[in-house]
């Protein structure tokens, strides 16, 4: 077909359409991503309730989402979504475009589950731009009431459409069904393709087999006829299925994004992938070894459940993108939702939010990424409020006045003098994981070095609240940070159906000037924290019941004996963006 000629010469310029993954519920019992309610999942919201509703973080205007695109001058979101109700199920592509990656306007569903190869559902992808400039969609298709998967193909119809309103799926899908060595109800999500040396373009799909997690690889010499790699890009025993896997390079010397296709010196690779089994996303930093076509982690780079997280709470099947307007790599990943399903997304008529979209790039210990909100959303800040070398001795907390504490932004740097009272490290939590030591060791336990932070999405009386925090702990040979977000106490409502879990990770950073460095974002039921400039990044899901927008407070504590110093302290209302517009003339 003409639209897939290429050039060679002419390295592909990669997009990325964030359509996350989702899954019915095996017939089988095994794990399933989502729950499934066949008798909910049209059940149209006659109301949406703003209670905790979201006003800087993406969300339709209601019903259920899960789900960027960079073309032309224009962001393109696609996302996964229930146009008929708040729960799982009638999957389509919905479609929003915007010119900063904060302001949206809602589109038409760009595709629906119409044909025999996706008849039973349109599930997640990505998109590439060929060297012609022509963007082309890759996704999963549902072929049978067994989950049978296959992947197949969209193009848009009119280039001309600045808004790409209207795709095709072209006649001869699927592009790719799998052979009889692949699990067909495990084979989803294909990456952004990238182009190798030998002109062929590659693309990654998650799959299983026998418990080992597989990232298979496909290559192409045009686009339509894939050949399946004798063996996986990469593969780890025991993870169990990998979905939506992202492959990317990083660079080496400076915070710059690169394209997928980039073929330069001075990079490392990074491999992502949403483990089915734990509903986390991992990642790993390592070596692509092009010409044998296999990605080799680093030494300290694990694979699976003790891995590294890009976030160690509720972010799942993330996915990033190169955006060539500001030369950088954007990560953007679904947070659902946490309280009692399906009975609380009927009664608010809609269900799940994006993260805010992040600058990701490699530390420069090259261990591990490093994760920013985006420039964008400063513009989204209004009255603010500054605290410097405020003193909090063991004990003490103080309210941060004067702005809007449930919808807000916050910057703010610890200090200490000493570690001397840093608590030592139990030898026994070395094989827990950090969220187990939270809650061990929560905000209200007093320590040496910390807990110390911030008391967020708090009433007046301290009887909801949401810590995020830090403690400081004395290992055998050095110091560890752990870094919670911890919701158990963030809401009076008491059910045993919702999800309110000590939400943690360490935070690998020098304490040699003792400071510890905290921004979170605040938006009514979410709460978005990044600990020591990105480093270590945690999103948790809260649904206060006093704590709701005017009486939502914002408090700095410290509980440990050691005296903690504010340095600084920045704090900012944060306004609502324009989100599910109608196209008008001025966009």
Not at 68 to 80: A, E, K
Not at 337 to 348: A, M, N
Not at 473 to 496: G, I, P, W
Not at 515 to 536: C, H, M, P, Q
Request: with cysteine; aromatic share 12%.
């Amino acid at each position: 077909m003409d639209f897939f000629k290429t050039n060679s010469s002419i390295l592909a310029l990669e997009i990325y359409i964030f359509s996350l993954f989702l899954i019915l519920s095996n017939i089988n019992g095994i794990f399933a991503s989502h729950n499934v309610f066949f008798d909910l999942q049209s059940l149209s919201a006659v109301s949406v309730k703003n209670i905790h509703r979201t006003g800087f973080h993406f969300q339709p205007p209601k019903h259920w989402i899960n789900a960027p695109m960079y073309y032309n001058g224009i962001y393109h979101l696609f996302y996964q979504h229930n146009p008929k109700g708040a729960v799982w199920g009638n999957i389509v592509w919905a479609h929003s475009v915007s010119r900063d990656l904060i302001n949206w306007i809602h589109l038409e569903p760009a595709i629906y589950p119409s044909e025999k190869f996706d008849r039973y559902g349109a599930w997640s992808g990505s998109a590439t731009i060929l060297p012609n400039n022509k963007p082309v969609i890759l996704y999963t298709g549902v072929v049978d009431a067994q989950d049978a998967q296959v992947q197949n193909y969209a193009i848009p119809a009119n280039l001309s459409d600045p808004f790409l309103r209207k795709w095709i799926k072209p006649n001869n899908n699927p592009l790719i069904v799998p052979d009889g060595s692949i699990n067909r109800t495990k084979f989803r999500d294909p990456t952004t393709a990238w182009m190798g040396r030998d002109g062929h373009w590659r693309i990654l799909i998650g799959s299983v087999r026998k418990h080992r997690g597989l990232a298979i690889l496909y290559r192409s010499r045009d686009f339509m006829r894939w050949m399946k790699a004798k063996h996986p890009l990469h593969s780890t025993n025991g993870t169990e299925n990998w979905e939506c896997p992202d492959f990317f390079p990083v660079s080496l010397t400076n915070t710059n994004g690169l394209d997928v296709s980039y073929r330069g010196k001075d990079v490392k690779y990074v491999l992502k992938n949403s483990l089915d089994a734990t509903r986390f996303d991992y990642y790993t930093i390592g070596i692509y070894h092009i010409k044998r076509d296999r990605y080799i982690p680093d030494n300290n780079s694990i694979d699976g459940s003790k891995g590294l997280r890009p976030d160690y709470g509720n972010f799942y099947a993330s996915k990033s993108f190169y955006d060539p307007r500001k030369n950088r790599r954007i990560m953007w990943a679904w947070t659902n939702e946490s309280d009692v399903l399906p009975d609380d997304e009927i009664k608010k008529g809609w269900a799940g939010i994006q993260a805010i979209p992040r600058k990701v790039w490699l530390d420069p210990s090259g261990k591990q990424l490093v994760q920013w909100p985006i420039e964008e959303l400063e513009t989204l800040r209004k009255q603010k409020v500054e605290f410097n070398n405020k003193k909090l001795p063991r004990g003490e907390m103080f309210e941060v006045e004067g702005i809007s504490a449930a919808q807000a932004d916050i910057e703010v740097t610890f200090s200490f003098s000493s570690l001397d009272k840093a608590e030592p490290f139990d030898p026994k939590w070395a094989d827990l994981y950090a969220q187990d030591v939270c809650a061990i060791k929560g905000s209200t336990s007093q320590g040496g070095l910390g807990p110390f932070g911030l008391a967020t999405l708090a009433s007046e009386n301290l009887e909801e609240y949401t810590p995020v925090f830090f403690r400081v702990f004395k290992a055998q040979n050095n110091y560890k940070v752990l870094m919670c977000s911890d919701a158990r106490r963030s809401t009076l409502r008491h059910n045993e159906a919702m999800y309110k879990p000590s939400f943690a990770g360490y935070v690998d950073v020098d304490l040699l000037h003792k400071k510890l460095s905290l921004r979170s974002l605040i938006d009514n039921s979410v709460v978005e924290s990044f600990g020591a400039g990105g480093k270590t990044c945690i999103t948790s899901r809260v649904y206060p019941t006093l704590a709701i927008h005017e009486n939502a407070h914002l408090f700095a504590f410290n509980n440990g004996t050691e005296t903690i110093t504010i340095e600084t302290l920045n704090a900012w209302s944060m306004d609502s963006t324009k989100m599910n517009s109608e196209i008008h003339s001025g966009f």
